[in-house]
T-cell receptor, first 113, second 109 residues
């Protein structure tokens, strides 16, 4: 049973560029959440997708957007990259919406130069 | 005041010792309380999950929740070098999971 898979694992971008990160949830899960984890910090909630709709959003600017596909996979897009966007981006999947049982991928490490 | 406060450590203890990790929170709306473990360069993995005050035990791990004091703890008995990791407390509010900063734990052989 494949867990949560994310791609790419590492990437380097320059300021002002755009990036797309991808996530496939654990088999049987229908909810995908995205988190940003800066070095030495806990994960910060970006947004959550359920039934192809954004259900919840954290305190992140509109430069951060996402999408969920009918097969429950998801993308995170970040436009106009800033140096401060350098972080580990974590995707987490869960079954249903009222649960704290998140299953995380290994993350995509983004470096913005 | 942050919603969830957690001492970042690092915390170093000798192998075999009992480890106590703690978080405080300010929002009484939190319903579920979790502890995640994160090894270096990996995603967090769920260790413990509780929703009521009291203790929950799973092997060498015990999670404790005190809603009246807004305080949660994770105890690790007979600590092993493989327990060296960052431990994140997390809480569920309105279907949003809020994480603490994480405590870096080193178990010294």
């Amino acid at each position: 049973d494949a867990g949560v898979t994310q791609s790419p694992t590492h990437l380097i971008k320059t300021r002002g560029q755009q990036v797309t990160l991808r996530c496939s949830p654990k088999s049987g899960h229908d909810t995908v959440s995205w988190y940003q984890q800066a070095l030495g910090q806990g994960p910060q909630f970006i947004f959550q997708y359920y039934e192809e709709e954004e259900r919840q959003r954290g305190n992140f600017p509109d430069r951060f957007s996402g999408h969920q596909f009918p097969n429950y996979s998801s993308e995170l897009n970040v436009n106009a990259l800033l140096l401060g966007d350098s972080a580990l981006y974590l995707c987490a999947s869960s079954s249903g919406v009222d649960t704290g049982e998140l299953f995380f991928g290994e993350g995509s490490r983004l470096t913005v130069l | 005041q942050k919603e969830v406060e957690q001492d970042p450590g690092p915390l170093s203890v000798p192998e075999g010792a009992i480890v106590s990790l703690n978080c405080t929170y300010s929002n009484s709306a939190f319903q579920y309380f979790m502890w995640y473990r994160q090894y270096s360069r990996k995603g967090p993995e769920l260790l413990m999950y509780t929703y009521s005050s009291g203790n929950k035990e799973d092997g060498r791990f015990t999670a404790q929740v005190d809603k009246s004091s807004k305080y949660i703890s994770l105890f690790i008995r007979d600590s092993q070098p493989s327990d060296s990791a960052t431990y994140l407390c997390a809480m569920n509010r309105d279907d949003k999971i809020i994480f603490g900063k994480g405590t870096r734990l080193h178990i010294l052989p």
